[in-house]
């Protein structure tokens, strides 16, 4: 039996648990997990990309616990009533190969990107920093607002969506946070005197939502929504004025704002920065990029910490996800009854063969 | 809601569509899969070892239907009173990357296993083939008798296993089948005058099972039990003896008894053979061997059957497998108890900051 977390007992937990503790746990447990960067198991993202999206799998292994997380990308499924993004995930015991947790990460994957996007802007955004301009105010959004709040004490936003009425769902959704929002007519508005910078659009082409005159010198930006071949929100200008800091620079180059750049560019791993190998902002006036695709290793950290809460909230159920004959050399034992079954004709259209 | 279905309802599924019936479905559907050879994105599983095994993920995908499943190979479980393979998978919706059916595989790669070898043995065995030996009684071994009885008409068995309890197990197992049945006393004796040898031994090493002197003329060999780096059963001069068929050779040159051979060792591919397009038994005498290792097209089909008998028989749960939240681009709603929770302070140990 593994234990198995649908989206509404994700949410239980983050609600036991109380929203900062749980923003703190998770920054913590990725910041830890990206110290011991050498000890994960890493490849690139196994990715299956068709007309209307993209579906992949992220395996990582620190050779204790196996994770990995299926999740799409389908930017044409709002037409559809659909999210663009879903996803699950697991773990498994390295030692045994058992799957042992089973979880929706469509909502653990809002809040890793998020708490990850925190950690970086933790160490690379101006001290004493307050506003944030959030560009892009679909699903994820309201994540990146929360998680800059209670962990970073970000209490002002300057946001700006094309879409007015996902700026109406954001404005709702995050009501309660007591933040100060300031509705912007354009993404140079809402970028204007912001500390920071957040951009989660979700266009899957080559887009320009920031250019280098919109950025003032200090900022730090944080450029979430570029993150697959032929995706990005930044103009070549504004990356070659920027400090560029990334997850895993093989798949970022690949993936993130950094594919617009020779293969060649310096860019900073954030395990690096963390462990204090690399220097993070160079002065007051540096333009800080933290490039962010998503990296297994987050996925393998939001999975642990709902692994550990549920079993400290006891939330979640059980589930036979795999076989588990008495006698483990008995496979077919599972399918005993079929005798009984055979004997009696039930629901067998034809007799099996008897022959000698 | 995707539908799930754990070890017992595959079980239930196999009842009440009747053995027969569902493995004739099996082996059509496999057969039809690996004649559209060329529709399927095919890439070499995703692998992650380590000392005690391996875990791994492999990926196939249509253009319609994606399929992924997870297993892993640990030889040291059995002390541990645990299985050495276990297995679940999914099929997802290639237009919306949406998943839409889940289930446990170690009954389904167990089913998936024995009906491609029965696939590949109805084109490879010489016609009236009777007699298979059957060497390695693990948990696999009923699946291989039944498959080929049900299909292939196989009704007498030469068995053999160093481990006298595991003989011991497939002989009580099979007893409703009525095979006729002969206990042997080492693989030489097994092999001696079987139309067809089964090998599927589990250790993970370089082993000889079986050598050139103890395999008649004529014989079509089904090697199941070498499928990984470093595990094969046959010795490298039966190899050249045998013309060799394989499912998809790039991945059998690194895991099934190719690896023994040079890297432009002649091996046709089994939707070659099916297709007509290379030719199969070439004379009563020839030795042909269908070197096994599985295929995620083998899961794909095991799926994609299991699913549509799901909806025949009703047998299955719902499960929630992922987030849906009423309004797609709204995620962050499933949250929203949260504020209710935090005016009643409830389980919120501290406060949200309420800054202006």
């Known amino acids: ?112 990107t998020a708490a990850t996007s925190v950690l970086a802007a933790r160490h690379l955004a101006r001290p004493g920093s307050r506003t944030m301009a959030l560009i892009g105010l679909g699903a994820q959004s309201e994540f990146q607002a929360w998680a800059f709040h209670e962990v970073l004490g970000i209490d002002r936003l300057r946001i700006f969506d094309v879409d007015e009425e996902a700026a109406d769902k954001f404005v709702s959704n995050v009501a ?9 007519d354009n993404a140079r508005h809402a970028a204007h005197r912001a500390d920071i910078v957040t951009t989660i659009t979700a266009d899957k082409k080559r887009a320009t939502i920031l250019s280098e005159d919109m950025i003032a010198p200090g900022t730090h ?8 071949p032929g995706k990005t929100e ?19 180059r690949l993936e993130g704002e950094l594919q617009q750049l020779p293969a060649d560019h310096p860019a900073t791993e954030l395990h690096e920065l963390l462990a204090g190998r690399k220097p993070g902002r160079a002065s007051k006036d540096a333009i800080t990029l933290f490039d962010s695709v998503g990296f297994a290793v987050e996925d393998f950290s939001a999975l642990r910490l709902l692994r550990d809460l549920a079993r400290e909230t006891g939330v979640g159920a059980g589930l036979e996800l795999t076989a588990a004959p ?13 005798e009984t079954g055979q004997a009696r004709g039930d629901a067998l259209p034809e007799p099996m063969k008897l022959s000698d």
């Open 1 to 112: 039996m593994v234990t198995f977390l649908n989206a509404s007992d994700v949410a239980k937990i983050v609600r036991r648990v109380g929203p900062r503790r749980f923003w703190e746990r998770l920054v913590e447990g990725l910041r830890d997990d990206f110290l011991r960067w050498d000890r994960f198991d890493k490849c690139a993202r196994f990715a299956s990309h068709s007309p209307g999206g993209v579906i992949e799998l992220m395996p990582v292994s620190d050779g204790e616990v196996f994770a990995f997380k299926f999740v799409n990308g389908h930017p044409g499924n709002t037409q559809l009533c659909l999210q663009t993004v879903v996803a699950f995930g697991a773990l498994a015991d390295v030692a045994t190969g058992y799957p042992v947790f089973m979880s929706d990460m469509t909502l653990a994957t809002a809040f890793r």
């Open 326 to 338: 008495a006698n483990p050399k008995d496979l077919f034992s599972l399918l005993h009854p079929l």
């Open 221 to 228: 930006i944080n450029a979430v929504g570029g993150d697959c």
């Open 176 to 184: 309660g946070f007591g933040l100060g929002i300031t509705r912007c």
């Open 234 to 252: 930044l103009s070549r200008a504004l990356l070659l004025r920027s400090d560029i800091y990334v997850e895993y620079a093989p798949q970022t």
